[in-house]
């Protein structure tokens, strides 16, 4: 893909590369299906029965500091490093991440999204995921091979990450405008939290 990379392609594109036999060190293709619990779906299970030809499962559960008591909170710049290039990324791989949600998208931003905080630019979503994909007629596969390992140098944007005190100090100073990406019914405290033990709440400071 010469030039910029862009923040989404089309799954025209992909199927275009996955023909020419493009998949390899140059381009990954990620599969990082997430869904949550109430949704009764196993994302690795549905990979094995159904992926774009040439993908990598990424898994959030696994990439992700398992020292917090929190859900997914992100990883150290080496553990990222590790994990990727175990699914045969390096700095000059163009990774396309898609996941299998009936939105289009919905758990593969995130991935983007760390592999930029991460320092790699050369990312883009597949646009309309691969409920798109399907759509559009593109092949599927159920075999995998595991990709030989690259090496992968993670430099850490720290600017693109808020700790607790930061968003508490932003609730005075007013410095930036905090978003709540909920739906409203959970933002206004009438819906119950998808996750279990999360408390019906919002944020000041997102309203």
């Excluded at 700095?91 to 320092?119: C, E, I, K």
């Excluded at 090496?151 to 930061?166: C, G, I, L, P, R």
């Excluded at 009438?190 to 000041?204: A, C, W």
Aim: hydrophobic residues 35%.
């Amino acid at each position: 893909m010469a030039g910029q990379v862009k923040a989404l392609v089309a799954a025209k594109w992909l199927a275009e590369a996955v023909r020419n036999s493009r998949v390899g060190p140059s381009l990954r293709i990620l599969d990082a299906s997430w869904y949550l619990p109430k949704d009764d779906r196993n994302a690795r299970e549905e990979f094995r029965q159904c992926h774009i030809p040439g993908a990598a499962f990424f898994d959030i559960d696994e990439c992700c500091d398992k020292s917090s008591p929190f859900d997914h909170m992100l990883p150290s710049a080496s553990e990222f490093a590790d994990y990727v290039g175990d699914l045969g990324i390096g700095n000059q791989t163009h990774v396309v991440v898609y996941d299998g949600s009936d939105f289009g998208s919905f758990s593969a931003p995130r991935v983007w999204w760390m592999f930029r905080l991460f320092g790699h630019n050369s990312v883009s979503v597949l646009n309309g995921g691969l409920k798109n994909w399907l759509r559009e007629g593109h092949p599927t596969s159920d075999q995998y091979s595991q990709p030989g390992r690259s090496e992968f140098k993670a430099q850490v944007n720290t600017s693109w990450v808020k700790a607790y005190e930061d968003v508490l100090e932003n609730l005075t100073s007013k410095t930036v405008q905090l978003v709540d990406s909920r739906v409203e019914g959970c933002f206004r405290g009438l819906e119950p939290e998808p996750r279990e033990g999360n408390k019906l709440k919002d944020t000041p400071a997102g309203q």
